[in-house]
């Protein structure tokens, strides 16, 4: 018997969110699926903890799930996975001691991405360094009890061709904080706030600038000092990537066409 730590991804379109909720599909309980069928253990045995919670719709290219599992080869474990998932990918295992918590992480990276046309990038690039560093987000976060005081390690903004990518990296965040932070980068990007009004927002004035769609934000990374990931063997998603990308290929031709 092992605890692992297994990266994974999914889009968030095929979920009603991360944690288990009676009556709808989410990622937790899809993981919790696989490794029922794999393992053959009962659910308070496999002991399932994901480090990082993402809402309806938000994508990951690699939020952590830990566990016990009876496979202890780690390649075993992560073809067995991607065998049997169907909007799930495991990207990467490692062993982990019991005790290990996968909501301490050192860092979590988050990449949202916009339009370019019509942005002030400079303009967005301004904005976005104003929640560089602590501050107190309450205007910036759907409230839950927490304290809204905490650091914003970097917020960078990059032109890449015809979009424009927001990177976040902090220890944790709020709920809806980095959705709501990208309306208010997008609002002063598009002409219809400015950096000022941002900055008094986060001063605490009573101003919202909105909620960014969930569907363009993914949880890129979760990090934890001195753990390493190994990537499965060759093969393992099967055809599962090449049939994706082909059906996006489709809808790309579909929609030029118009």
Same mark, same amino acid.
Request: proline share 2%.
């Given at each position: 018997?092992?605890?692992?730590?297994?990266?994974?991804?999914?889009l968030?379109e095929?979920?009603?969110?991360?944690q288990?909720?009676?009556? @709808?599909?989410?990622?937790?309980?899809?993981?919790? @699926?696989? $490794?029922?069928?794999?393992?053959?253990?009962?659910?308070?045995?496999?002991?399932?903890?994901?480090?990082?919670?993402?809402?309806?719709?938000?994508? &990951? $290219?690699?939020?952590?799930?830990?566990?016990?599992s009876?496979?202890?080869?780690l390649?075993?474990l992560l073809?067995?996975?991607n065998?049997?998932?169907?909007?799930?990918?495991y990207?990467?295992?490692? +062993?982990?001691?019991?005790?290990?918590?996968p909501?301490?992480?050192?860092v979590?990276?988050?990449?949202?991405?916009?339009p370019?046309?019509?942005?002030?990038?400079?303009?967005?690039?301004?904005?976005?360094?104003?929640?560089?560093?602590?501050?107190?987000?309450?205007?910036? +976060?759907?409230?839950?009890?927490?304290?809204?005081? %905490?650091t %914003?390690? &970097?917020?960078?903004? %990059?032109?890449?061709?015809?979009?424009?990518?927001?990177?976040?990296?902090?220890?944790?965040? $709020?709920?809806?904080?980095?959705?709501?932070?990208?309306?208010?980068?997008?609002?002063?990007? &598009?002409?219809?706030? @400015?950096?000022?009004?941002?900055?008094?927002?986060?001063?605490?004035?009573?101003?919202?600038?909105? %909620?960014?769609?969930?569907?363009?934000?993914?949880?890129?990374?979760? +990090?934890?000092?001195?753990?390493?990931?190994?990537?499965? @063997?060759a093969?393992?998603?099967?055809?599962?990537?090449?049939?994706?990308?082909?059906?996006?290929?489709?809808?790309?031709?579909?929609?030029?066409?118009?």
């Open positions: 018997m092992i605890r692992a730590a297994v990266k994974i991804a999914y968030g095929h979920f009603s969110g991360s288990i909720q009676p009556g @709808s599909r989410t990622v937790e309980g899809e993981v919790l @699926s696989d $490794l029922r069928t794999i393992t053959k253990m009962p659910d308070e045995k496999i002991d399932l903890k994901l480090a990082s919670r993402t809402d309806r719709g938000v994508n &990951s $290219l690699g939020n952590v799930a830990v566990f016990n009876c496979i202890d080869d390649d075993v073809r067995a996975l065998a049997v998932s169907k909007d799930i990918f990207r990467g295992a490692a +062993c982990v001691d019991d005790d290990f918590n909501r301490f992480a050192n979590r990276r988050y990449r949202y991405v916009l370019s046309r019509g942005m002030d990038v400079p303009a967005m690039k301004s904005c976005a360094e104003l929640f560089v560093g602590e501050h107190d987000f309450t205007r910036f +976060c759907k409230p839950d009890g927490k304290s809204a005081v %905490l %914003l390690d &970097s917020v960078n903004v %990059l032109k890449m061709g015809d979009v424009i990518i927001i990177d976040f990296s902090a220890r944790y965040y $709020l709920w809806n904080m980095i959705r709501r932070i990208v309306a208010a980068i997008s609002a002063v990007g &598009s002409g219809n706030s @400015s950096v000022s009004e941002v900055r008094d927002a986060l001063g605490g004035k009573d101003v919202t600038f909105g %909620l960014a769609r969930p569907d363009a934000l993914t949880l890129m990374d979760v +990090c934890y000092d001195g753990l390493e990931f190994a990537a499965p @063997s093969g393992a998603f099967g055809g599962r990537v090449d049939e994706e990308m082909f059906k996006d290929q489709l809808r790309d031709m579909f929609f030029t066409s118009l």
